[in-house]
């Protein structure tokens, strides 16, 4: 039989003192006490669980208690009563967003301090009566006792009901890296290892519990009881050796890692070989840890970028100490040192691609900054990146205006190669200031990027103004950008992403409420004009509070309700609520395609339909409506969906990202001075000043200003001038037809352009490289393949001088019905070709 204690005796002898264990609510007051980390969740009202060791909290009965948007969704996923944060004492390091007992969630007839417990010994309990839960009464209980390194989660299932109940025993947690079960023990990794953080749980099996089967079945009157240990530490390793030394015999192992010089090595990884499964320990700042494992042979590998591997075979004796000292080999690595040309060093990224037959490095997961497979985005221009020996070309940008570097190097092992260099401004945009108006990390609940990840990636990509619009979260980016150094770089402004299972808004600005649920947001309703109405009001109205609609369904929303393929009008009066809406979210710019609907395959070869929302937006633009376009990144990540590969600029009276006015910007945005971009700078009006969204009188044409400029890796070879959303033939200008018209340095394209007009028209300029990507600047992300695009919210040119009237072309297709398939869409696009 195994006996499952919670502190082993031989650990327990080692501890000089001990705080008690204790319990308590949190108040007003008290919201310094809440442990921080990269998932902490607490809000006033939670409970804070305690010792010497670890702290842990549990979410509080309340309405609409959730750690996060997606813990859980629907109607039913508020999860009060259940373990939100776990983490060492002092810490600051939480990686979980909830633990969920026998996956508990919805509503609770209340969470306590559990009375009574012996001395030594604090919990918190979560009840479901059976009265408001269809019979089947359910209690979770938390349990610390004096210097354990974790809890014990007791569940209690009664069924009060007449019937029997078939309940699933598999508890739910999120978000880590699962490595599997380890001689009976699930053992997890912190999404990013640099975090240093580890979890493993396992069922108690003693006198007192068993482990329960995968699906209780439990018969009318009958109760059972069963328990399980989850342990927090500093690696996934120790937090196993934890609960293992509760289970089977066990000893302790202990490492240094040191250079040749004696020099401590932090940034290592040791990984520990049992049987068929490797879990990773992480040793401290000094170079060192300390595991309990079981008694037996185990394989002990120390890895670290660019040392060679040092492999031991160790013996573990119960009740004993092994020691173990890892010597590494010197580091191979490249040092940069990058500025602009006022010699400031600047926020950049660096790709390392191998060649010459070198792999490209893996330096991390996707949804970090520092080291994303094989890319490194820095806060600053001087950092040091370790790198296995080999051939490497090295390249490095800081954006889409200013110069790239592009360098190969030779790594010898042992070696620090050097990338030293200036980033010029190329493109000049005096006036104009880049944005983008849509970003995530881990708080929307939906990723797991961690803040300072998000806020670096946005500064090394030249975002200038990024409004933070986490998902169903007031939250405010400002002091991460503040503690990173990055106020001269970047700017943004407290606001928020509204979602739900239909329309997404992103509205600024407003004050966060911290430590209240979801920082004081408002609740998100299926009709998308209440959310509009919410949104400009909450807090306050103000009229410069900037309200769009992300990656909207153009066809639901202004055209057919209901989807039966019927003109319904759509949400009657929407377009009057909201002042923009996204034409590009990620995807390369389709505004030449012609087309209301595309036919693409997806990942299984399965023929799938999307709306092109540029095309309906033009035709939306000839109907009257005045929507201003926006172009974001939407990125939830760092590699991949990360940021940088599309953007707006917005008009501004500076060009200095630490004064730039977000009421400034956001009226600047209401004016439609936006230009949306995945590459090119352009500048487009009329040759007496008119801008985007501006309103030009004449009275047979309108004479345009058109300037396009780009980096060096960055081209263009088409301009093209839509009247009224029609790509005009005589307003169409290649590289090929007009080679003189395009050059090949900074300036690409400028040209005075005059465009006869008969009625009044809305002009928009399209700059495009059909025969060009975004390789060099984005490697090997999938931004990479992006075309660079750039065109500008329309000007509206009266002619007559009435004022402008649009004309209601709907440019060769009807206004958007929703397609009942794939069919129906080929049948319309071939219909339109064959006309």
Known sequence: MKRFLIV?????????????AEAFEVGPGQVGEFPGGKEADGIVGDFILRNDTVEAVISHKTERRRANMSTFYGVNGITPGCLYDLTLRGANNDQITIFAPSAQQGNVSYVRIVPGLPAGQAAVETVVSAANNDGLYKRHEYRLRDGAHGLLILTELR??????????????????????????????????????????????????????????????????TYARFLAVGKSPAEAFGWVAANREPTGVLSGRLRTREGQPIPGARVDVRLGDHTIPAYPDERGD???????????????????????????????EQTELTAELSDESGI??????????????????????GTQSPNLGPQNRAHGCVD???????????????GEYQVIVTYGMEYSHIARKLKLR?????????????????????????????????????????????????????APTTEHNRIYDWRPHIEKLGLSEYLNTVSGLELTGSGAHFNAFPYSPEPRTQ???????????????????????????????????????????????GRIDGGFMGLGNMIDGFETQNGNTAKILSGVPFEVYKDSNGKEQFVAVREFIWLQMLNQGFQIWAQAVSDAHSVYGNGVGGWRCYVASSTDHPGQLSWAELSRASKSGRIVLTSGPYLEVSTVDGVPPGGLARVTDSAQLHVRVQCTDWIDIDRVQVLVNGAPRSDLNFTRKSHPDWFGDGVVKFERQIEVPLQQDSHLIVVAYGEKFNLKTGFGTSPQSQLKPCAYNNPIFVDVDGGGFTPNGDTLGFDLPGAPKNVEAVKALLETRRTN
């Open 159 to 224: 069924n009060e009901s007449q019937e029997s109940k078939t309940i699933k025993s598999a508890d739910r947690w999120t978000t880590v890296t699962g490595l599997g079960v380890v001689n009976g023990i699930t053992v997890s990794d912190a999404i990013d290892p640099a975090d240093k953080a580890g979890y493993a749980f396992a069922w108690i099996e003693n006198g007192e519990f068993q482990a329960p089967p995968k699906e209780i079945k439990l018969a009318a009157g009958a109760r059972i």
């Open 413 to 465: 092992g042992g070696e620090t190669g050097i990338v030293s260099g200036t980033l010029t401004r190329l493109v000049h945009s005096p006036g104009w200031i880049s944005a983008d108006f849509h970003n995530h990390s881990t708080p929307s609940g939906d990723n797991t990027c961690g803040t300072d990840d998000r806020v670096i990636s946005l500064a090394a990509e030249q975002i200038e103004f």
């Open 289 to 319: 840890f300390r595991l309990s494992l079981p008694a037996g042979i185990s394989v002990v590998t120390v890895r670290a970028m660019g040392r060679e591997n040092f492999e031991r075979s160790v013996k573990i004796v119960e009740g």
């Open 335 to 356: 040092a940069f040192k990058i500025v602009d040309e006022l010699g400031r060093s600047v926020p950049c990224k660096a790709q390392f691609l191998g060649i010459n």
């Open 518 to 564: 979801d920082g004081g947001a408002p609740v998100w309703n299926q009709d998308p004009r209440l959310n509009a109405i919410t949104l400009r009001d909450y807090q306050g109205f103000r009229p410069d509070r900037w309200i769009q609609i992300n990656h909207p369904n153009l066809v639901e929303n202004f055209f057919d309700r209901n989807g039966d």
């Open 8 to 20: 082993p005796l031989f650990l327990a002898l080692s501890f000089q003192h001990t705080l008690a």
């Open 375 to 389: 890319q490194y985005f820095s806060e600053t221009g001087s950092f040091h990146v370790p790198l296995p020996p």
